[in-house]
């Protein structure tokens, strides 16, 4: 990455890290890569314009260099945690109908898209979406009309009809 890329992080622990960076470009070390891999720090710090920085300051300087571009670590616990979140929110198009539910499990993607054509695919798709908002507060959904063939007074009708309360499953 280029270390100009870095420079937020690098001028929260550095007042100067604009002229740091510039006599590490000058010297033509303008990637971390090339900061942190390149030569040995002795080198670095011979390179840099005089006065630019103490050899303290240059291992400062590239622990921070280090610490920008490192990935960032997590525990399995959070990891676990996480996918546990996701996995709860995932949609599983539950329209309601044992039989049917069944039928389509895991057809639905969990984040992708998914495409349903048929006779009554605009009321079946409705119906599950519907449910899903209904049942997951948080969760949103986008309706694309590419035969341009839906109706809001339909879908509005239909709204009405579908026999459940906000918040339950079923």
Same mark, same amino acid.
């Given at each position: 990455?280029?270390?100009?890329?870095?420079?937020?992080?690098?001028? $929260?622990?550095?007042?100067?890290? %604009?002229?740091?960076?510039?006599?590490?470009?000058?010297?033509?070390?303008?990637?971390?890569?090339?900061?942190?891999?390149?030569?040995?720090? =002795?080198?670095?710090?011979?390179?840099?314009? =005089?006065?630019?920085? %103490?050899?303290?300051?240059?291992?400062?300087?590239?622990?921070?260099?280090?610490?920008? *571009?490192?990935?960032?670590?997590?525990?399995?616990?959070?990891?676990?945690?996480? =996918?546990?979140?996701?996995? %709860?929110?995932?949609?599983?198009?539950?329209?309601?109908?044992?039989?049917?539910?069944?039928?389509?499990? =895991?057809?639905?993607?969990?984040?992708?898209?998914? $495409?349903?054509?048929?006779?009554?695919?605009?009321?079946?798709?409705?119906?599950?979406?519907?449910?899903?908002?209904?049942?997951?507060? $948080?969760?949103?959904?986008?309706?694309?009309? *590419?035969?341009?063939?839906?109706?809001?007074?339909?879908?509005?009708?239909?709204?009405?009809?579908?026999?459940?309360?906000?918040?339950?499953?079923?």
């Amino acid at each position: 990455m280029r270390l100009r890329l870095l420079m937020p992080a690098l001028q $929260e622990h550095f007042a100067d890290a %604009s002229n740091i960076v510039q006599a590490f470009d000058d010297a033509g070390f303008k990637t971390s890569y090339e900061a942190l891999f390149g030569d040995p720090p =002795e080198a670095l710090l011979s390179k840099p314009s =005089e006065g630019t920085i %103490s050899y303290a300051g240059l291992q400062g300087f590239l622990f921070q260099v280090a610490v920008a *571009t490192a990935a960032h670590g997590s525990s399995g616990d959070i990891v676990l945690e996480d =996918e546990h979140k996701i996995k %709860s929110a995932q949609f599983g198009g539950d329209t309601g109908v044992l039989e049917l539910d069944e039928m389509v499990a =895991e057809a639905f993607g969990a984040y992708g898209v998914t $495409e349903v054509s048929g006779s009554a695919a605009s009321h079946l798709v409705l119906w599950i979406v519907v449910r899903h908002l209904a049942q997951y507060g $948080e969760s949103s959904a986008l309706w694309i009309d *590419t035969t341009y063939d839906f109706s809001v007074d339909q879908a509005a009708l239909a709204l009405q009809n579908i026999p459940f309360e906000v918040g339950s499953p079923t």
